[in-house]
């Protein structure tokens, strides 16, 4: 019971008068197997050897139909052992490897008919330039969906692929297409809120508003002292602000100014409350 042989075995349950028909390669291996799980003897009734494993499955096959109405439970038939050497011995079982055979070639000749119907009768050479052109039409859809989310134009990104605009509308639907296009958008929106973002922090966004402030208080020194002037007359030239210090604490956008003034007694505002301090911060 050796080789490269499949058997049909034939397993007996003399206790329950039960037999159990299947294929193995080693019908001592499948008995010993059984027997583990089984509180009643087993022996090994009946073998037959085939050459191919598909051959004694096809025979196995047979003997299940023939035999439907005797089944117990799994594999497990009301047979004598005379029964089934007889099943064994009908032309169907017989013939079963040969129908078996047949029924796998129509099986495959129907296969390969419906490869060439989906391949439209093409030779493999064909195929293969086909697949090469499907694979170049995905990578122009991928550059030219990049190219539209980086901004350019549909006639500037068709020129640049080497497709017509028309072509490029069609595209819209393609899955690499529209895939690409999302992430190059995408990409382009970040890199945009990045740009602001450092912008906002750069010294050189800063510096315009520094400069705004110096002019501003520029603005109001000189006009302290055309006060300064009017009220004291052309012949004497009083100082209300001696100093302007602009001060801005690392990290911060704002810029503290310190207007340093002039310490005269008796200098008041011009309703007479209070004295001007002698200095002050903005």
């Known amino acids: 019971m050796g080789g490269e042989e499949t058997y049909v075995y034939v397993i ?3 206790r ?5 028909i299947g294929v193995a390669d080693d019908p001592g291996k ?12 087993l022996t090994l009734a009946h073998t037959q050897a085939y050459a191919e494993r598909r051959d004694a499955v096809a025979v196995c096959e047979e003997l ?3 035999f439907a109405e005797k089944r117990d439970r799994g594999r497990w038939y009301r047979l004598t052992l005379e029964q089934v050497r007889h099943g064994l011995a009908r032309r169907a079982t017989v013939e079963a490897p040969q129908r078996a055979r047949a029924a796998e070639a129509a ?3 129907r296969l390969a008919a419906g490869r060439r119907k989906r391949s439209g009768g093409r030779t493999e050479k064909q195929l293969a330039y086909g697949r090469r052109r499907r694979q170049q039409r995905r990578q122009k859809q991928r550059r030219a969906g990049r190219l539209l989310g980086q901004g350019m134009t549909q006639e500037q990104a068709a020129a640049a692929v080497g497709v017509s605009s028309r072509t490029l509308r069609n595209w819209k639907t393609a899955p690499a297409f529209r895939r690409e296009l999302e992430r190059s958008q995408q990409r382009r929106l970040h890199e945009a809120a990045r740009e602001r973002s450092r912008r906002a922090t750069s010294p050189a ?7 705004r402030v110096v002019l501003a208080f520029e603005l109001l020194v000189g006009l302290s002292r055309g006060l300064e002037h009017d009220d004291h007359g052309d012949d004497e030239q009083i100082h209300l602000v001696d100093e302007v210090v602009l001060e801005q604490p690392p990290g911060q956008d704002a810029a503290a100014v310190h207007l340093q003034l002039t310490r005269r007694p ?3 505002v011009a309703d007479g409350g209070r004295e001007i301090a002698p200095s002050v911060c903005l």
């Open 64 to 66: 299940y139909r023939c």
């Open 30 to 41: 499948r008995l010993r197997e059984l027997q583990v799980g089984s509180p009643a003897e």
């Open 107 to 109: 099986r495959a000749s």
């Open 266 to 268: 008796g200098l008041q």
């Open 205 to 211: 966004r800063r510096q315009p508003a520094q400069e």
């Open 12 to 14: 007996s349950c003399r």
């Open 16 to 20: 329950l008068e039960r037999l159990k």
